[in-house]
């Protein structure tokens, strides 16, 4: 049997991966998805075609993927994709940000990726892919931001090691480094501060980012970054000192209170 798993379905871009991938792969039988909204994840379950199951997990519990790990032990499927999308962020100075939220940015964006991606990849076969969602905040230190981009900065550079490590197994790893994108993300970030305007002002199109992502994985592609802006951003960011952005970062977090 040949599935696809995908974390965060219950929302934005994790719905969206769902759905475009249920129309765009035609040799899967079963669609896992993961999600932490039980209502939500069952709305994803019922726009696909594909035979679906939902597995709720709160991703701040180190158990929450056991039922789903030991269903891989039991059925011993072929893992055709995986699709690591949960996470989210919590905007604002680290030492304003609670304890619990700035240790669970790091639980959802990096330890339940991991944990996940090293209990998969024993069901992956030649021509598997893996999808991480890290981000263009990946791309340097954002003060304000300082915690969840220091985990997207985890998902790149883990996601490219391993694709090193895979790639001669046939099993391609693409990290996924999207700007600002129009999901309810933003909705739930700002509980300690604000984002910058200028975000709610370049926010992509989830449905053109996940298109890309798709397509850049299918191409085995390292990293998929959509729109000009973004790839000039990561351009930026590599010959631009990163003393220099943190400081103008630090200064328009300071203005916009
Ligand atoms: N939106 C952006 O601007 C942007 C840009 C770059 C990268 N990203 C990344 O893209 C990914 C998807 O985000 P999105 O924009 O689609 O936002 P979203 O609509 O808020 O979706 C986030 C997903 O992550 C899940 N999630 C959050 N906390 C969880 C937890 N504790 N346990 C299990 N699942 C949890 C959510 O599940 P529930 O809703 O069920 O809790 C939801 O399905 C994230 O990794 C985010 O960091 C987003
Ligand atoms: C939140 C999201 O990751 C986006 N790339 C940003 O830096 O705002």
């Known amino acids: 049997m040949r599935i696809v798993i995908i974390t965060g379905a219950s929302s934005g871009m994790g719905r969206e991966f769902a759905l475009q991938l249920d129309k765009k792969l035609h040799s899967i039988d079963e669609y896992w998805l993961v999600g932490r909204n039980e209502e939500e994840l069952a709305k994803t379950k019922k ?71 090293h209990d998969c990849i024993p069901f992956m076969a030649v021509n598997s892919r893996i999808i991480n969602l890290a981000s263009a905040g990946a791309f340097n230190p954002q003060p304000g931001f300082a915690v969840y981009c220091a985990t997207k900065s985890y998902v790149l550079s883990f996601s490219r090691a391993l694709r090193g490590e895979l790639k001669d197994l046939g099993i391609y790893v693409t990290a996924v480094c999207p700007g ?78």
Do not use: W
């Open 47 to 117: 726009k696909m075609h594909t035979k679906t199951r939902n597995f709720i997990a709160d991703f701040n519990s180190r158990k929450a993927l056991f039922p789903l790990v030991q269903e891989l032990n039991n059925i011993q499927p072929e893992v055709k994709m995986l699709v690591n999308c949960a996470g989210f962020g919590m905007v604002g100075y680290f030492d304003r940000i609670s304890y619990n939220d700035n240790l669970s940015m790091i639980d959802v964006n990096c330890r339940a990726l991991t944990s996940l991606t």
């Open 180 to 257: 600002p994108v129009n999901t309810p993300f933003f909705n739930k970030a700002e509980r300690y501060g604000n984002v910058y305007a200028f975000k709610k002002l370049f926010m992509a199109d989830q449905k053109a980012v996940v298109s890309k992502a798709i397509d850049d994985s299918i191409r085995c592609k390292e990293i998929s970054v959509y729109g000009r802006t973004m790839r000039a951003y990561r351009v930026l960011a590599k010959v631009v000192p990163h003393r220099f952005i943190i400081e103008l970062l630090n200064l328009m977090h300071k203005l916009k209170k």
